[in-house]
Every structure is written in structure tokens, then in C-alpha cells.
């Protein structure tokens, strides 16, 4: 296939990322640990479809004969490796059989092409692609959020085309009509966090001491851009104070696109029209704090399953409020926490409440999906009032700390207030957490 041989070629200059150690906190035993994926992605706008190759390290115990990857709709052309024996497709999960082998550590390589109806999205006039939250769907991987790698993106795109990804951008290639960005991000993050988004668009830039802001759209003027995330410097300043762990990467990107709103790490998507609600109100920045905030909590300090999502979300939800009330007030605090609790009080009428700790999360509601942000978020307000302002920014700050780059349940987050206040936090978390 050409897109095949052309993404061969360019692969072969690529420089490939070593071994390193993996946090294995929340992996089970004999659980596969994915070190780094070193994809090579070509996306073609005119039939909305991809064409990958990607490079996965892993560690397994050699007792184990197979293993299994998420897929989504994806086409497998070839799977290749040293230990690899054979390869089978059912459903959205690609297993792998392994012959016999004396390491834990081990590499293959999956060459692959569909069109992905979800994870991805393609838009044509203007032409522009973006992915949201479902890597699978663009990149075979262990989805699970416990499961943290190292990542390497090599996008290929159409020449004149501007391009962001997870990582820092580490060298652009120009061959003929193409494009070729080469990202590198040098920490684990869960592959849910991974992305990329590529579009003719206007760009505005931002440098504030260690960390260069860049904003991204098709249609606003940069004019328009540094407006409407003129607060973005303070937000990250805000979080670092709050988290005590400074902003990591050298770069933090945020794109007016399409219909979503998706952290991913070191950029986010944010819906194009919301641009225009900031423009008129410029008290309406919660969707940009929010994303801003899962650089702390959900992209590096993770939920170890889905069921302590709240731990994501409830977090970045809370921290927007938190953000309000350091810039514009305790009313706009005060204001988002009643609209949090109109929210959750809604769905108790409907009688649909549950634990924030979820038995599991399959196919959540909407108003599942609004407990674990509204909700957690009402219960983060709660736990402040409980242990007053200053231990519980204290505590705040000692589990992120404690946590950061390891993936969390609820009894982690519990243990960490209640070490840094000296306070037994029990009674409040069986009401509201469990
Ligand atoms: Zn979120």
C-alpha cells in the first residue's frame, strides 16, 4: 500500500525511546505494563481514515502466553515482534499469543488503518482532525487508566498544516507535500490522555516565566484568542500553588475546535462556540480552568479503575470553583457550588443517586457521569467546610504531592487527608463517598 511504504520510509529516520522504568503501582500481578508506545500516524482528511504503526514496550511475566489490547474498530494489517506467534481480533480487542521467552520485557509492532467513528474526529471545510479521550479507536493500547507509558508520536500531515500533540514538539520534517511532526512525552501518562489535533489554525502565544502558552483556532483572531484565555497564566499558577507541584512540560496548548471539551496531556480541545461565551462573559473561564486542572488531577495523578473517576473529575471540577473564588470572589465560588448542588439535588429528585465510588462503570447515565463531577465536586465543597479551609488546602496539598505520576482510589485520597489533619474523616466519607 502506499500510505504503508510512505509511513516505512519515514519510520526508519525516527529515533526509537529506550527502556525505562515504569511505575507499577496499581498494575496487578501478572498485569501488562506498557512502557512506551512509539506510534507513527498519517491521517487522511479526504476518506477520514488513518494509517498507523505503532511500537509497543511492555513488561509481562514470561509465564504468561498472551496478552490483550484495545483496538476499537481498527483494522490489523500485521503484527510483528520476536515472541509473537499469532494474532486474532474479536471485537475491539486484539490478542496477541507469545511463544515461550526468558525476559519480562518485550517489543512489538502493529501496522493498522480504519476509519474511527469515535476517538477521532474528521472535519473537511475547513479540513482539520482532532482526537478525544477514546485512543483506542486511533492507537492500539492497554486502556486501562492504571496503566501509564511513555509516548512518542510521529504525525504525518499534510504540508502547511499546524499540528499539536501530547509531548514537546521535538523536530519537524518537511518531505514533498508532507509533514512530519515528531512529539516526545518523556513521562507516563494513561493512554486515555494521548492526542493530537491537526488544522490551518491561527495560533497566539503566550511566554510567562518556565511554561510557553499557546492558543489555537480556526476561526478566532489571535486578537480574539489572547482574550479569551487571557486567564490562563493565573489558572496554572493557582494549581501549581494549590497542588504544590509545579507545571511540568515546557508547553501548555488550548484549541477552540469542533464539539468537545478533552484534557489531554500538555494540550486541551475545548468546543469552538464556547470561545464566544467567554468573549461575551469573561467570568465564564470554568471549562478552561477545569481542563487546565486535570494536568494535576486525572492526567498525572490518575483513578486506578473507573470507579474512582470521581477522583478526575469531581477534582477538576471543584478546582474551577476554587479558581472563581480566588479571582473573581467567594459569591462566584459560592454560586458555582449551588449550581454543583442544583445539579445533584436534580438527580436525587429523579431518585438516581449513588456512591461516588461506583461498583462499576459501564455504560454510565448522564446522570451517573453528572454525580461523579457535580456531585464529587458538591462533596470536595462539604470536606472543606468539615476540616476548615486551611487543613483542607494542607491536605489538598500533601496528596498531591504524595500521589503525583501513581494512579488513586478513594481510600488513598481518604488516608492523605486524614495523615495531614490528624482528623478521622470516616464518618464524612461513608456518608458521602461510599
Ligand atoms: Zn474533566
Redesign the pocket.
Known sequence: MHHQYTINLIFSLLIFSSFTNSGKAGLLENELDVISYNLTIEPDFYKGSIEGMVIIKFQIDPIVNFITLKAGDLLIDKVTGESVIEFKKTGQTLIIDLSEREKNENEIIINYHGNPKTGLFFHSAPAYVYTVYSTSHWMVCNDLPSDKAILSLNIIAPKGKKCVASGELIEIQEKEEKTLFQWHQNYETPAYTYGFAIGNFNKTEEKSEAVLLEYFSENYSPEELSSIFKDTQNMLSFFEEKSGIEYYQTTYSQILIGDH???MSGFSVLKNIYGNMVLKDSTETNLIS??L??QWW?NRITCKRWSHFWL??AF??YMSAAFNEYRFGKNKYLSDINAYLKVYEDIKKRDNDKPLVFRNWVNPSRDDRNLV?FKGAYVLHLLREEMGSESFWKGIKFYSQKYFGRSVETIDFQKAMEESSGENLQTFFDKWVY
Open positions: 471539551y478533552q484534557e477545569h481542563e486542572a486535570h486525572g478526575n473529575e477538576a471540577t463531577y
